[in-house]
């Protein structure tokens, strides 16, 4: 016969449940069959005896009541009971000290707060460039202070009159700044020098963050063969996680994330769509090319832009594609097949010299209508992209681009022929955002030829700069944009948009100190050299038939360009 379990203990009257089901008045000990000397303990569907379950009551006291009981029970269950009493003591225990850590925490941080920021001692900057040179690998720089004092430093900076350290200059303060943010973001000295000159301080900080995060992958829809729709619909059956790039694009998609690569789906091998950055798509809508124009795009590869110009044309017209890099244009030609384009012509030249080489499009073709000039540069806009741009540019390299992109720019213009019906534009962009290679080249086109700025037809972006540190430009240049990362999550971007007026070319000045004294007054840098030239020309006939020394010609001639300005 099966043995009959332990008498549980309820509220009421002392109950005991058999195992046939009978309900028995009773002691409360143990019965045990003869033949087996076990015992089984019949317990609820939970696994838990039920009375227990209900009456519990804090630890203290359910532990002073459960003693005079655990005499009847046996030994497994008063060890359970046990481990269960310690277990909720160690809980108990645990929540109290998180509850001290917390509470230690907050006033901890209230200390951080209220602890006014202070300037380490020479002696302490010197030690951490000791320990920086001769000990990196074993101790490298404790980012996290060098954080904090980051974030202490911009709010002294901020409110540097009620903040600041007795007898410390802003200077000192800029200086440890410019060390701090050099170290944690690993910029080089010279290129955090020339962001300091372009942004605010609170601002510099969110572009120097926003160069640590990648940009989002966009594409753009080749119109040429699918609508952008349709192409949405088929990625997203491929497991894309998509969303349109924004109202200012009709064809751009930015992609979250994939399930498939996005450069090898039957999408993109058929030429559905280009894997293009968003800020490529402005300078081509800010060329608004039209229907059977003749278009140039200066510096083309890899071909992005040119089978965007090609798909708003809709495959009419004329396109000529060129780059001075040879090797690149096997990607263009590349491209072009894919995306379905017909209407391109690509060639390998050098953009400095292509008016002088292409003569004949004067006379053939009548000049273009509109030239795009994707100008190289140091590539400070795009340092997600490529951080190497960090450590590896300084003053020679920024110099090296700007000289460059005056030659190239003069080049554009030169290839535009100003009584086009339609067209007349040149559109200049590069992947910069310093001020040399942007704002100087402008102004000096401005100078050089006969064209003026007129606006981008973007919505968005930030004006250009009119005056730069001891710099003043053309009021007109703020009609240039520029785009950042940390503002429109995009690469660095500047496009300026000229229309030109005159294919004729000023004649050169000889006078930089009516340049530097008056930089746009044109009409007066036009009236005035005709004088000097009679003048100049006069003192030269005379003197043919017995000719000065040159030292004295040097002489004459500076006599005869400072007389019109004493006038």
């Given at each position: 016969a099966?043995?009959k379990a332990?008498?549980?203990?309820?509220?009421?009257?002392?109950?005991?449940?058999?195992?046939d089901g009978?309900v028995?008045?009773g002691?409360?000990?143990?019965e045990?069959?003869d033949?087996e000397?076990?015992?089984?303990?019949?317990?609820?569907?939970?696994?838990?005896?039920s009375?227990e379950?209900e009456?519990?009551?804090?630890i203290?006291k359910?532990?002073?009541?459960q003693?005079?009981?655990?005499g009847?029970?046996?030994?497994d269950?008063?060890e359970?009971?046990?481990?269960e009493?310690?277990?909720?003591?160690?809980?108990?225990?645990?929540q109290?000290t998180?509850?001290?850590?917390?509470?230690?925490s907050?006033l901890?941080?209230?200390l951080?707060?209220d602890?006014q920021f202070k300037?380490?001692t020479n002696?302490?900057i010197?030690?951490e460039?000791?320990l920086?040179?001769f000990f990196l690998?074993?101790e490298?720089?404790?980012?996290?202070?060098?954080h904090q004092?980051?974030?202490g430093?911009m709010?002294?900076?901020?409110?540097?009159?009620?903040?600041?350290?007795e007898g410390r200059?802003r200077?000192?303060?800029?200086a440890?700044l410019?060390?701090?943010m050099?170290a944690?973001?690993?910029y080089?000295?010279?290129?955090l020098m020339?962001l300091?000159d372009?942004?605010?301080?609170?601002e510099?900080?969110n572009?120097?963050?926003?160069n640590?995060?990648?940009r989002p992958v966009?594409?753009?829809?080749?119109?040429?063969?699918?609508r952008r729709?349709?192409?949405?619909?088929?990625l997203?059956n491929?497991?894309?996680?998509?969303d349109?790039?924004?109202k200012?694009?009709k064809t751009?998609?930015?992609?979250?994330?994939?399930?498939?690569p996005?450069?090898?789906?039957p999408?993109?091998?058929?030429?559905?769509?280009?894997l293009?950055?968003?800020?490529s798509?402005?300078?081509?809508m800010a060329?608004?090319?039209?229907e059977n124009e003749r278009i140039?795009d200066?510096?083309?590869?890899p071909?992005?832009?040119?089978?965007y110009?090609a798909?708003?044309?809709?495959n009419?017209?004329?396109?000529?594609?060129?780059?001075s890099n040879?090797?690149r244009?096997r990607?263009?030609?590349?491209?072009?097949?894919?995306?379905g384009?017909?209407?391109a012509?690509v060639?390998?030249?050098?953009?400095?010299?292509?008016?002088?080489?292409?003569?004949?499009?004067?006379?053939?073709?009548?000049?273009?209508?509109?030239v795009?000039?994707?100008?190289p540069?140091?590539?400070t806009?795009i340092?997600?992209?490529?951080?190497?741009?960090k450590?590896?540019?300084d003053e020679?390299?920024i110099l090296?681009?700007?000289?460059l992109?005056k030659?190239?720019?003069?080049?554009a213009?030169d290839?535009v022929?100003?009584?086009?019906?339609?067209?007349?534009y040149?559109?200049?962009?590069?992947?910069s955002?310093t001020?040399?290679?942007?704002?100087?080249?402008v102004d000096?086109a401005?100078k050089?030829?006969?064209?003026?700025?007129?606006a981008?037809?973007l919505?968005?972006g930030?004006?250009?700069?009119?005056?730069?540190?001891?710099?003043r430009?053309?009021?007109s240049?703020?009609c240039?944009?520029?785009?950042y990362p940390?503002?429109?999550?995009?690469?660095g971007?500047?496009?300026?948009?000229?229309k030109?007026f005159s294919?004729?070319?000023?004649?050169?000045?000889?006078?930089?100190a009516?340049?530097?004294?008056?930089?746009s007054?044109?009409?007066d840098?036009?009236?005035?050299?005709?004088p000097k030239?009679?003048k100049?020309?006069?003192s030269k006939?005379?003197?043919?038939q017995?000719?000065p020394?040159?030292?004295?010609k040097?002489k004459?001639?500076?006599q005869?360009q400072r007389r019109?300005l004493?006038a």
């Open positions: 099966p043995a332990r008498k549980i203990p309820s509220k009421g009257n002392n109950v005991e449940l058999s195992s009978e028995e008045e002691s409360w000990e143990m045990e069959e033949e000397g076990s015992s089984e303990e019949m317990v609820d569907d939970y696994g838990a005896s009375s379950e009456e519990l009551l804090p203290e359910a532990a002073l009541k003693k005079p009981d655990r009847g029970l046996s030994e269950e008063s359970e009971e046990e481990d009493e310690e277990e909720a003591i160690e809980e108990a225990s645990r109290k998180g509850q001290k850590e917390e509470e230690s907050d901890q941080l209230n951080d707060i602890e300037l380490p002696e302490q010197e030690r460039d000791i920086f040179i690998p074993a490298p720089p404790d980012l996290h202070i060098i004092r980051i974030k430093n709010e002294v900076l901020q409110d540097f009159a009620g903040k600041r350290e200059t200077q000192e303060y800029l440890l410019r060390r701090d050099a944690y973001y690993s080089s000295d010279f290129l020339k300091m372009i942004f605010p301080l609170p510099l900080i572009f120097l963050e926003a640590e995060v990648p966009t594409i753009r829809t080749n119109t040429l063969k699918t729709r349709d192409l949405a619909q088929a997203i491929r497991g894309v996680n998509l349109p790039l924004g200012w694009s751009g998609l930015v992609i979250y994330d994939s399930s498939v996005i450069g090898a789906t999408e993109y091998l058929a030429g559905h769509y280009m293009q950055g968003a800020s798509l402005l300078p081509v060329l608004a090319p039209q140039l200066m510096c083309c590869a071909g992005g832009k040119t089978s110009i798909q708003l044309m809709k009419t017209g004329m396109i000529l594609a060129n780059d040879a090797e244009l990607s263009v030609v590349g491209n072009l097949h894919r995306l384009v017909t209407n012509v060639s390998n030249c050098d953009g400095r010299q292509f008016p002088k080489v292409c003569s004949s499009c004067f006379e053939v073709l009548g000049g273009f209508d509109r795009l000039l994707d100008a540069c140091s590539g806009g340092i997600s992209k490529d951080p190497a741009v450590t590896n540019k020679k390299d090296r681009c700007a000289h992109q030659e190239l720019i003069l080049s213009i290839s022929n100003a009584a086009s019906e339609t067209g007349g040149i559109v200049y962009c590069t992947c955002i001020v040399e290679e942007n704002e100087w080249v000096y401005l050089k030829r006969n064209v003026r700025l007129v981008t037809g919505d968005f930030k004006e250009g700069f009119t005056r730069f540190k001891d710099r430009f053309h009021p240049l703020k240039t944009r520029r785009f940390h503002t429109h999550n995009m690469d971007f500047f496009i300026a948009k000229f030109k294919n004729a070319i000023p004649q050169a000045q000889k006078e930089p009516v340049e530097a004294a008056s930089p007054a044109v009409p840098t036009v009236t005035e050299p005709q030239k009679k100049l020309e006069g006939a005379d003197k043919e017995k000719p020394q040159p030292a004295l040097k004459h001639s500076l005869a019109p004493k």
